[in-house]
């Protein structure tokens, strides 16, 4: 039964998902061990729109996202799959199920990689470098009170650093700009910068004499 499942052509894709996702592990492994891991091969590959997407602003490894995907695509495969084949006895073309599994792939892998981020330990930015009173950016999730989200910021030296940050009242959005106002141990205390707020625009009124 096994022998006939694994070579019924249908399923192949969704095997296929799974030998890459044994394959990308035990290399990921490996490589950690001997300091050379796959990963690391595919940033300088990964287009910079695709590098610097909100969405892979996380504090784990980018490498998860992929094995996520290749787990959830599987997974959703082989479900819509034996439910076509529970209800009319045979399966269905593999070109008709891959586009719905895909969706529901990215669906379940955006919900998986947003919780393990809220989740995981936060990055602790140096004591040495003082970010207080410097415009950041939200660029992973939304904060408030009692719940913090990571932003980046340059400081005076235009290095760019990721600090978990948090409102003192109301919601911190993606994206939304904000300025540190104080440092608590592991997050920075901001403020969200209005829109209206002319004092950052890109020209200042000169008064006239």
């Given at each position: 039964m096994l022998q006939r499942l694994w070579a019924e052509p249908e399923l192949i894709p969704y095997h296929c998902c799974v030998l890459s996702l044994f394959i990308l592990s035990a290399a990921e492994i490996v490589g950690y061990y001997i300091k050379l891991r796959p990963s690391t091969f595919l940033k300088p590959i990964l287009p910079q729109w695709i590098s610097q997407s909100?969405?892979?602003q996380i504090k784990f490894s980018k490498i998860l996202i992929l094995v996520?995907?290749?787990?959830?695509?599987?997974?959703?495969?082989y479900f819509l799959q034996f439910c076509i084949y529970a209800s009319q006895q045979h399966f269905s073309p593999w070109y008709y199920t891959i586009i719905p599994a895909l969706i529901l792939a990215i669906i379940f892998t955006?919900?998986?990689?947003?919780?393990?981020?809220q989740v995981i330990k936060p990055k602790v930015t140096t004591n040495a470098v003082n970010l207080i009173g410097r415009l950041a950016t939200i660029s992973s999730g939304s904060a408030r009170p009692g719940f913090s989200a990571q932003a980046r910021v340059r400081d005076e030296f235009g290095r760019l650093h990721y600090v978990q940050v948090?409102?003192?009242f109301g919601e911190?959005?993606?994206?939304?700009?904000?300025?540190l106002i104080r440092h608590i141990q592991t997050h920075y205390i901001a403020k969200k910068v209005s829109a209206s707020n002319h004092l950052f625009g890109l020209k200042a009124k000169v008064p006239s004499l």
């Open positions: 909100p969405l892979l996520f995907l290749l787990l959830n695509l599987s997974f959703a495969g955006v919900f998986m990689i947003h919780c393990l981020d948090e409102p003192e911190l959005e993606l994206q939304s700009q904000v300025i």
